[in-house]
């Protein structure tokens, strides 16, 4: 028995060494695509430099959908199946920015999708935690996160509407799926000064991009941002909370 | 044989009537009302063309007029009887129409459907007014008997019938024309058998149960309510074209209501279904369904309970309030509801707009010591008192509840008591509290006039309270402060601006609005509890501009710039200058939900944008906008067509213009009035089915004993007929203006049946002189000039194409006062125009 354990461990140690060397890479021309799409969002000067890093550093062609590579810098969502997108490369970096991501934070994110906003939230901070209720989505991602090495990233398949109590509380928390009101176990599992992203409004039509700021005296501060359009939350989110 | 045809001609009236209603029931429900009455003015454009093909083909119709009768019932109740089914198969997707194209071939195929029974149904009538050239003012009395008789009949129908089965009487009063035509003939009795039995065969196959929903029959058991075991009807899909076809039972709902959507939701299901004179009820339980409209996010406790969902027509999602025990209720103090009692201990209240009880719960929670529940419906006051008895136990048998049936207004003015807080939570009751109407139509509980009546009803210092979703871009909640401050300033020019407070949250506003000022130690109050939902202060007595925004940040904070401009006095420059109709809403013009101006029109035509600008909410007016074009498009079209198919005898016919002229006018004159009427009556009266109910059946049945009174004016007579018809109508109106107008706001204290028969001894006269103009102009033209009867006829049915709908919109825009002006001058053009003054040549 001990045998086994130690060839096992062996194993381990030689495809934890090997991991890195055959971890995807992308090719010059995607980098200088990439670049390309950065620079332009630079020049609108926009963002923070760790949000143009954290996009620059991750390989979003490796999170697009079978035979859609020409997609990856366009900018519209793309669909991914299961009646789920990949958010925009601009609006990713977006609402990465709105959140103001710390390298200490622990941030939750609603509708995993394709991986790509957990993989970017990655690059910032090592405490990622993700929750996706289409259980194949949220395995085809994991996936992704583990031969890109983003081994951290820690994801579940899940309702998003209950959150994540087991891991709370956050200090930032992205929704990327839209819903009708901001779910109550959210404002519970963020922190005193945290700060919540959220589109909210009709699920299936237009929604008010929301930055909500819970003040360390447990009031509330919310921005309307901006209209979008995002796929519906199809969990619990879908309950009415007085609409 | 003119006794035959005097029966049919009543029956078919009756079902044409009946088939409108059904149709305009089914689509409110299944799809949105709004394209519903566009698609129906395109089926009575059957109306004007059946009279067109009169015109082309008269004399070979008029050679085989019986057969042209059979075949016109039996086409008839053959398309109604299939016409809802195959509207089912047509997946038209409203706000979807301006991306993708296939969206308008689906609206043309829904034309086409309803067009089809509206075509037949009016052929008849038409060929009905050819077959007895003599007598069309007896014709006529019946047409408009059976109309007025079919809508009284089948108003009651629409209340106790679900939508989806509202056709079965509609065939059964088509199968008895059928029938009724086939007497006299062995071949058309063996016929008329069979079109009796292809058009009841979907009704028979769904009555043996052969498409029941799987989920109907397992009489599904509400846990705290009662064994309804009601059929689950909106959520099955259909299963392929034929069960699609013959299966009666599926209302197949738009994905994209509100109802659809909470359906989703696993778990939840349909566990209470009825008719009403509401609307179509239907009540939803959801292991998560919870309401809390205006919930604030610093509210960190244990979630709202699990509420039922009650939904009218598919829209509206509110709830049937769950007791809860004041350990449960820890989320109503962070409510809206909850701003106007931090000021008051022990307040007594007056809701109105109770809704399925929750702004009871509320207002019992937070320490009222007695509430006067005030809701106009019944059924929905029924549904959560009674049939969810259990559920609801203990919010309407509190001894400190009064429940009261009644429109607000009417309370208002009925009520003797005096109440601390009086709230119009229009944001908790959804659609309820707009009693008086909803969408586009009129709302006569946002009106100066409302306003007057609230401020009657409020104690010394009493405080009324109204509150609404925050809508983007700004509309109604600004459309509010137009009214709140515009109506204060008018009643309080020297304090207006100390006795409202307008409190913002992340998606509500509410104002609170005192019979007294605001003293400094209600404003810290209000402050404190401001603070705790996290809301802001767009307005109190006092408030500096480094005070706004802070909580829910909007990047233009317009509800503070407007609120100054009032008390500025910059007020009608701000109105005037914002893209959005903000001005306050009047009882002459209580058009709440209309926002938008005359500008937008040519969004319609694509110019400016397009209808992709426009946010959904508001397509209403467009669409109506979209029907009146339309039908003027096919009307000239319908009017055109005998000028260049008929050659040159018809080309030759003198008087052409005047009959134009003189349909036309009546036409509109006569739904002008109608119209007007109905919506004015939405606030007397206080019930929108009873009013149309009212005006269409008194209205039709008086203007049909007129047709037959003005019989007795025949040949050189008709013009003295026409003066003594046009001169009654002006004199009626003219009674309605100083007389009737003015009083009533006071006659609205009255008992509901004495106001029901004030109105009856208004509407007669009126109907009875409106009944002489059409046969008398008609009769003219049969005695003198045959080939231009059905012209008239055709001239006439087109104007209803669109003039109940430019009626709704001139009212909007310029009052009633305004359209009844209107309908007088276009009577005398109808005077002035009198086809007994042609001088006809031999």
Partial sequence: MKKMFRVTGVVMCLVAMILPLTAYQSSQAELARRKAAVDRYRASGVFSEKVYQAVMSTPREYFMPEGQNHMTYEEVPVAIGWGQTITNQWFVAYMTHLLDVQPTDKVLEIGSGSGYQAAILWQITKKVYTIEIVSQLAAIAKQRWQSLGYSSVVGKAADGYYGWAEYGPFDKIVVTCAADHVPVYLMQQLKPGGVMVIPVGNPFDRQTLLKITKNLDGTVRTERLQSVKFVPFTGKMLEKYGK | MEKRGLISVFLVSMAVLGAQLGVIRYMSVASWSNFAGLIISIALLGFGLSGTILTVLRERIERRLQDWLFWSAAAFIIAAGYVLQFARLIPFIPQSLHQDGTQVLYLALYYFLFFVPFFFGALFINLSFLRMKTGINRMYLYNLMGSGIGALVLLVCTSVISPQYLMIPVLLLGSAVVINEAIGSARRMRLG??????????????????????????????????????????????????????????????????????????????????????????????????????????????????????????????????????????????????????????????????????????????????????????????????????????????????????????????????????????????????????????????????????????????????????????????????????????????????????????????????????????????????????????????????????????????????????????????????????????????????????????????????????????????????????????????????????????????????????????????????????????????????????????????????????????????????????????????????????????????????????????????????????????????????????????????????????????????????????????????????????????
Avoid at chain 2, 683 to 689: E, M, S, V
Avoid at chain 2, 752 to 769: D, T, W
Wanted: net charge neutral; glycine share 8%.
């Fill in chain 2, 193 to 842: 058998a069979i079109v009796i039995a292809v058009a009841f065969l979907p009704v028979l196959l769904t009555g043996i149960g052969l498409f029941s929903p799987a989920t109907s029959a397992d009489a599904q058991q509400c846990a705290d309510g009662p064994a309804q075991g009601q059929q689950t009807a909106v959520s099955e899909p259909n299963k392929g074209i034929w069960a699609g076809l013959f299966n009666l039972a599926d209302i197949n709902m738009s994905h994209y209501k509100d109802i659809s959507y909470a359906l989703k939701v696993p778990e939840s299901r349909v566990i209470h279904e009825k008719a009403s004179s509401l609307g179509y009820i239907q009540v939803i339980e959801s292991s998560q369904f919870r309401f809390a409209p205006g919930l604030s996010l610093s509210y960190y406790d244990s979630i709202p309970p699990v509420q039922h969902g009650l939904f009218i027509d598919g829209f509206g999602a509110s709830g049937i309030a769950r007791y809860v025990d004041a350990t449960n209720a820890g989320y109503i103090r962070y409510l809206p509801f909850s701003l106007s009692y931090s000021l008051k201990n022990r307040p007594s209240a007056l809701v109105i707009g109770a809704g399925g009880g929750n702004p009871v719960l509320f207002a019992l929670t937070l320490g009222a010591s007695k509430v006067m529940a005030v809701e106009p419906y019944a059924p929905v006051v029924d549904l959560a008192r009674e049939t969810f008895a259990a559920w609801s136990k203990g919010i309407w048998d509190d001894p400190r509840v009064t429940t009261v049936i009644s429109d607000g207004r009417t309370f208002c003015k009925r009520d003797d008591g005096k109440y601390d807080i009086l709230s119009i939570p229009a944001m908790v009751s959804s659609g309820m509290s707009f009693s008086s109407g909803s969408g586009n139509g009129e709302n006569y509980l946002f009106t100066k006039e409302a306003f007057d009546d609230y401020l009657s009803r409020l104690a010394p210092e009493g405080i009324l309270d109204v509150s609404m979703r925050l809508d983007s871009p700004p509309r109604a909640l600004l459309k509010l402060e137009s009214l709140v401050f515009s109506w204060a300033k008018e009643r309080f020019p020297a304090d207006f601006a100390q006795r409202i407070v307008f409190i913002r949250g992340l998606d509500w506003g509410a104002f609170l609005v005192k019979n007294g000022v605001f003293a400094t130690n209600e404003i810290a109050l209000l402050k404190k509890k401001t603070r705790d939902l996290s809301a802001d202060f767009s307005y109190y007595p006092g408030i500096s501009a480094s005070e706004v925004n802070q909580y829910n940040v909007i990047p233009e904070e317009v509800y503070y710039a407007f609120a100054q401009a009032f008390v500025a006095g910059t007020e009608q420059a701000f109105i005037g200058g914002y893209a959005f109709n903000i001005e306050p809403p009047t009882d002459n013009r209580p058009y709440f939900s209309h926002f938008l101006p005359l500008s937008t029109v040519p969004k319609l035509l694509g110019l400016s944008g397009g209808m992709k600008d426009v946010p959904f909410d508001e397509w209403g007016y467009l669409l109506s906008w979209a029907t009146v074009l339309q039908g003027v498009v096919f009307g000239l079209l319908i009017i055109c067509i005998p000028v260049f198919t008929s050659g040159r005898a018809f080309l030759r016919e003198r008087g052409k213009l005047r009959v134009i002229v003189y349909f036309f006018a009546l036409g509109m004159g006569f739904m002008l009035i109608e119209i007007a009427v109905i919506q004015k009556l939405n606030l007397f009266i206080a019930n929108p089915l009873y009013s149309v109910a009212l005006v269409i059946g008194v209205l039709l049945i008086f203007s049909g004993i007129g047709a037959g009174f003005a019989s007795r004016y025949r040949g050189e007579e008709a013009k003295k007929g026409i003066t003594v018809g046009v001169s009654g109508i002006l004199a009626a109106l003219a009674l309605h203006a100083f007389v009737f107008a003015p009083l009533m706001q006071p006659l609205l204290a009255l008992p509901e049946l004495l106001r029901i028969m004030i109105v009856i001894l208004f509407l007669a006269p009126l109907g009875f002189f409106m009944g002489f103009p059409f046969p008398l102009g008609l009769q003219v033209l049969s005695d003198k000039r045959e080939k231009l009867m059905p012209w008239g006829l055709a001239i006439n049915g087109s104007v209803s194409v669109f003039a109940s709908v430019l009626t709704s919109i001139l009212s909007m825009h310029f009052g009633f006062a305004f359209v009844f002006f209107l309908a007088a001058l276009f009577y005398v053009a109808a005077w002035v125009t009198f086809p007994a003054r042609i001088r006809f040549s031999s």
